[in-house]
Structures are given as structure tokens and as C-alpha cells.
């Protein structure tokens, strides 16, 4: 019985594995390269020592104060000072890309996602470094380095594609713009629950944010009202209905990780921008803009 147990348990990541790769999409130079070797890259640079001294100061007076504080804005994202930190990041990045991947094929949003993780790995860096230096630059003068930031924005992402998966799966009779719901809820939650002191909690934002997700629930019912979508969603296969449930949770877990339970020191502020970006980039881009053109 223990034997069996522990094969059972053994098995998971195999089994795991397997059905990542039948729902997933993306071509094999595109996992390699963003699965491995960007990973890779980060990992060598610290072993090497090679981001020493491309961290970004906090006793800027602005992002572009001068050229290489305007390089460091870039290159502290992809620097780490610990193998630690180095670790908890490459995890972070792979646990949300194993969410988004298969979303993202039944979305059949692939060539946006790549759209997509171009701008978070050329713009997102220097958005964070800017209000970095606006919120954190005012109580300490510390380099800030991480790649933390990037990966908050493809949390940022996970609601969006989740629901225009489930768009695709409910024969459209789920309109992706409800994504703006469930990334309202996590900001006030964000804003009310306290995680370090240079992050206070911010009640009147909480409420505006649990307010604006209230309107926009309210106006899309409103407007659009999904209907008979529990009857279009009765013939999902069991890989289609994993894929949902493993985004939601990835999505859920990740904000509380990156937001609301993380350890001192954290860049709350940095996480937190990656994620606005990483979720106002595709919103407006890809669900939006479309929807005003109509």
C-alpha cells in the first residue's frame, strides 16, 4: 500500500508533465527560450558576478538622471544578490508560466503572448524602476534588483487569459473584459491587508478598487450578461477544465504571494507595478481596443 502510494506520489510530475505538453501550443524554440534559456541566463549572471554594480540606486534623483542610471533601470531586473532570491524568482516564473502556457493555446492567443512578453522584458523593467524610486527611494537608498517584477506582470496576464479561454471554451458567451473583475478584487485585498510597513495599508483605495470592480461587473451584466454558459461548458475535457483550475489557482496564490504574504524586505511596490502593467498591457491591447473598433 506505502509502495504503491509513493509511486502514485512519484508519478505527479510525470503526469504533470505530460498534460502540460498536450495542452501547449507554443513551439519548442519558444519554451527553450523563454522556459530555459532566459532562466539559464539569469543563473549565470549571478554565478559569474556579473550584475555587480547594475543594480539601480535609490539615491537617484530620477530614472533619467544620467545614462547609466537609465541602464541600471533596465538591467536590476535581471540581477540578483542571492541564490536565494535567484531561486524563489526562477520558481515564481516557471509555476506561472505552467498556468499561462496552456490558457494561452486555448485562448489561441499565441503570437500576443509574445507580443506580450517582449514589452515585459524591454518596458516593464524601467516602469518599475521609475516608481520604485518614487515610493521606496524615499525611506532608503539601497540598489533594488530583482526579476520579481517581470514575473508579476505575466500574473498580471493569467486573468485576462483565463477568461478569454474561457471565451473560446463557452463559445464566446464569456466576454473576456471580465477579467477587470477578478483584478479589481485582488487590488482591494492588495490595499487592505497589511504585508510590510513600507506598504501601508490604504483603506479608501481598497474600497475605490472593490467599488470599481463592483461598476464594471454591474456595466458588463449589464450590457453583455453571460448566459447558459455552465450548458456550452458541460462537454470541456478534463485537460481544458485542469487548465482552468490550475490558472486560478496559480493566479490566486500568486497574488497572495507577491502582494500580501511576502517576507521583509520585498519590493511590494515593484511587484505590484509589474502586475498593473502586466495586466492593463493585454486588457487594453487585446480586449478593449478590439471591442471599441467593433
Known amino acids: 500500500m506505502a509502495a504503491g502510494r509513493l509511486r502514485t506520489l512519484l508519478g505527479v510530475p510525470v503526469t504533470a508533465l505530460r498534460w502540460w505538453r498536450r495542452t501547449t501550443t507554443a513551439p519548442l524554440a519558444e519554451q527553450y527560450l523563454v522556459l530555459l534559456a532566459l532562466p539559464a541566463t539569469l543563473s549565470l549572471s549571478w554565478l559569474l558576478g556579473i550584475g555587480d554594480g547594475l543594480g539601480f540606486s535609490l539615491a537617484a534623483d530620477s530614472v533619467t538622471a544620467d545614462g547609466r542610471t537609465l541602464l541600471t533601470a ?11 532570491h535567484l531561486f524563489d524568482n526562477l520558481l515564481n516564473f516557471w509555476l506561472t508560466l505552467f498556468g499561462l502556457y496552456p490558457l494561452v493555446a486555448i ?18 523593467p ?17 540598489p533594488s534588483v530583482g526579476f ?47 504585508s510590510v510597513w513600507y506598504f501601508p495599508v490604504q483603506p479608501l483605495v481598497a474600497v475605490g478598487c472593490g467599488g470599481a470592480g463592483l461598476l464594471a461587473a454591474g456595466l458588463l451584466w449589464w450590457v453583455e450578461p453571460p448566459r447558459e454558459i455552465s450548458a456550452a461548458a458541460q462537454p470541456l475535457s478534463a485537460d481544458h477544465r485542469l487548465a482552468l483550475l490550475i490558472g486560478t489557482t496559480v493566479f490566486v496564490f500568486g497574488v497572495v504571494g507577491a502582494l500580501v504574504i511576502v517576507p521583509p524586505g520585498t519590493n511590494v511596490w515593484g511587484h505590484l507595478t509589474g502586475y498593473v502593467v502586466g495586466f492593463l498591457l493585454p486588457y487594453l491591447g487585446y480586449v478593449i481596443a478590439p471591442a471599441v473598433r467593433r
Open 74 to 84: 533596465f538591467t536590476a531586473n535581471y540581477i540578483h544578490v542571492s541564490g536565494r
Open 107 to 124: 485562448a489561441g492567443w499565441e503570437r500576443r503572448f509574445r507580443r506580450l512578453t517582449v514589452s515585459y522584458l524591454l518596458v516593464v
Open 126 to 142: 524601467f516602469v518599475v524602476a521609475w516608481v520604485t524610486l518614487a515610493t521606496l527611494g524615499q525611506v532608503t537608498d539601497q
Open 148 to 194: 520579481s517584477g517581470i514575473v508579476a506582470a505575466f500574473l498580471g496576464l493569467l486573468p485576462v487569459v483565463l477568461a478569454a479561454a474561457g471565451g473560446e471554451l463557452t463559445d464566446g458567451r464569456f466576454d473576456p473584459a471580465w477579467s477587470v473583475v477578478p483584478f479589481f478584487a485582488s487590488l482591494a485585498v492588495v490595499f487592505a491587508v497589511p
